[in-house]
């Protein structure tokens, strides 16, 4: 299909989320894609500790469903065509990762770089705003042109789905400075944190220690490459660090963020990565004061996403961590799945094989 050909409306599988515990995969219709758009044909979705969050309870952190939502934000597969001849970016063909966000590009946040924190963001699968933007879990879906990167040469689309948690996850440790060097402390060992695991030893980290409640999440970092890992409920594991340079909290939970705290050297900087629940999270606060400890936010990312790509293509190391890829019929096993962190680290969705070259 050449450029600017009008593509017929047509329904493709795709997982909707209705309310708490309401998954649906039904067909769901795909307009063709108007000027500065791109179609793409979706290969792999990664099922997010967000997705899950929507499925769950309905909502992640102060975002709440108010209409049926497309979930995803974690997909890679092939341009099928854009919506004008003059629209700039990969050819047809082209197997590409999408960028989740577009950012407004006038808000203070913009105008400061900081992108990722756009107030007028529209960010693929999310509630945050109204009407919400649907995301990416749909066999066909149409994106603005610019979000399309193309992967780098080699680099397998099952690898290239991790490209937007480790996004997240290189933004979180260029959040707590310079890891070169140093030992990282890393509460939480899901995707995120696993891929936080990956990011600090690529920067330079000399040690990571990581703690999580579960044996097998500690072997899925491990393979990310974790030098020590720690039961998070055993205060007498040999493992447990006397200090550390820098922490990241990826597991979401208060407990790890007071781990964090009183963990991290004089000075030290801890990075708050995990959503903590809605409302008040209690943690030892004086420990700010009397330490002049740092604590910061990371939140999403922005021009990581390219280093993403070429960081997976450079390390097949990356693959353990996909636990398991599922047909997108089977919406309902994979997020069963991807819950459980007894079975799984990274889950993806299979959304068919990638159309032929046009």
């Known amino acids: 299909m050449s450029a600017g050909e009008r593509v017929p409306e047509e329904f493709v599988p795709g997982c909707v989320i209705h ?39 309905g909502g992640v952190g102060d975002f709440h469903l108010r209409e049926p939502m497309l979930l995803g934000h974690e997909v890679v597969g092939t341009v099928v065509a854009y919506g004008s001849p003059d629209t700039p970016g990969p050819a047809a063909g082209t197997s590409v990762a999408v960028h989740p966000a577009t950012p407004c590009g006038v808000c203070p946040e913009c105008v400061d770089r900081r992108r990722n924190v756009c107030r007028d963001t529209r960010y693929l699968g999310s509630a945050a705003r109204f009407p919400h933007v649907q995301g990416g879990f749909a066999a066909r879906i149409v994106v603005p042109a610019g979000q399309l990167r193309p992967l780098p040469a080699g680099l397998d689309p099952r690898r290239a789905a991790l490209a937007e948690p480790l996004s997240v996850a290189l933004h979180a440790v260029r959040r707590a400075g310079d890891p070169a060097g140093r030992h990282v402390l890393v509460t939480g060992a899901g995707p995120i944190g696993c891929l936080v695991v990956a990011a600090a030893k690529a920067a330079g980290a000399a040690h990571v220690t990581v703690t999580d409640l579960l044996p097998a999440a500690l072997e899925y970092a491990r393979a990310a490459g974790a030098d020590t890992l720690v039961r998070a409920d055993d205060p007498d594991d040999a493992g447990w660090p006397v200090e550390v340079d820098t922490a990241v909290e990826a597991s979401g939970v208060a407990a790890g963020l007071d781990t964090c705290l009183r963990l991290v050297r004089r000075g030290g900087v801890v990075v708050q990565l995990g959503m903590l629940p809605p409302g008040q999270s209690p943690f030892a606060g004086n420990l700010l004061v009397s330490r002049e400890t740092e604590l910061r936010g990371a939140f999403r990312f922005d021009g990581e996403f390219d280093d993403a790509l070429r960081l997976l293509a450079a390390e097949p190391a990356f693959d353990a961590l996909v636990s398991a890829v599922v047909p997108v019929r089977d919406a309902a096993s994979a997020f069963e799945l991807a819950a459980d962190r007894s079975r799984s680290c990274k889950v993806l969705l299979d959304f068919g094989a990638a159309p032929a070259a046009v």
């Open 19 to 57: 309310g708490a515990g309401d998954l649906r995969v039904t067909d769901v219709p795909v307009r063709p894609p108007g000027p500065g758009e791109a179609l793409v044909a979706v290969r792999y979705g990664g099922v997010c500790g967000s997705d899950l969050h929507y499925w769950r309870h």
